[in-house]
């Protein structure tokens, strides 16, 4: 509805039952950017996000039926978010998770590579042993970034606009046993999975 979607993947890429996939997050169009990509390719994943989402009207009931995970930041409460996605995923759900934790507070609509990763996924991954699918998207901040008005403004304007939007979605990692060096890797492969995205963007 807001833009022109386009997904690729790695020859080996697949989002496996029970998978981990882990996004760059740039913008607060992007989770609806990356879902409508996963839906194109028979995926419903289970989302984990920042619990403040839920006190928004009507957003937060339909994802609480969606089954999303609450993520309480700075709180006591965010060890129980790992609780629920390690369980969503032991179900055999796909989770999708932002390791960068928040978007880069900037005014411009440029792309930039992912931010520091937090522990979480990789903690995760290695406690439910599920793989780890990166996932690169690009174009999003082309619908909404900048101050409020001008978010608003281009969640008005994107459908006139149609600005073009890519997802990359990359092989599954194999992540070490070490969490600081599981969080690197994860982190390389979403940036790999996200410099694809964006190159297909300046190709087009």
């Given at each position: 509805a807001v833009g022109r979607l386009s997904v690729t993947a790695d020859p080996d890429a697949v989002v496996?039952?029970?998978?981990?996939?882990?996004?760059n997050h740039t913008s607060l169009a992007d989770p609806a950017v990356v879902l409508a990509a996963l839906r194109s390719r028979g995926i419903e994943p289970v989302v984990m996000?920042?619990?403040?989402?839920?006190?928004?009207?009507?957003?937060?009931?339909?994802?609480?039926?969606?089954?999303?995970?609450?993520?309480?930041?700075?709180?006591?409460?965010?060890?129980?978010?790992?609780?629920?996605?390690?369980?969503v995923?032991?179900?055999?759900?796909?989770?999708?998770?932002?390791?960068?934790?928040?978007?880069?507070?900037r005014p411009d609509a440029e792309e930039r590579p992912p931010g520091p990763f937090r522990s979480g996924?990789?903690?995760?991954?290695?406690?439910?042993?599920?793989?780890?699918?990166?996932?690169g998207q690009a174009g999003a901040r082309r619908v909404t970034s900048g101050a409020v008005p001008k978010q608003l403004a281009g969640l008005v304007t994107a459908?006139?606009?149609?600005?073009?939007?890519?997802?990359?979605?990359?092989?599954?990692?194999?992540?070490s046993a070490d969490t600081r060096t599981a969080t690197a890797e994860a982190h390389e492969g979403v940036t790999r999975a996200w410099r694809t995205a964006s190159q297909a963007l300046t190709l087009g």
């Open positions: 496996a039952p029970g998978s981990l996939v882990v996004a996000a920042t619990a403040g989402l839920w006190r928004v009207p009507f957003l937060g009931a339909a994802l609480t039926r969606g089954g999303h995970i609450r993520v309480h930041r700075h709180d006591r409460r965010a060890a129980r978010a790992l609780d629920d996605a390690a369980a995923l032991e179900r055999g759900r796909v989770v999708l998770v932002y390791a960068e934790g928040g978007i880069a507070d996924p990789a903690r995760l991954a290695a406690r439910t042993g599920a793989p780890v699918v990166p996932l459908p006139v606009r149609r600005p073009r939007l890519h997802v990359h979605i990359g092989a599954p990692l194999s992540l």
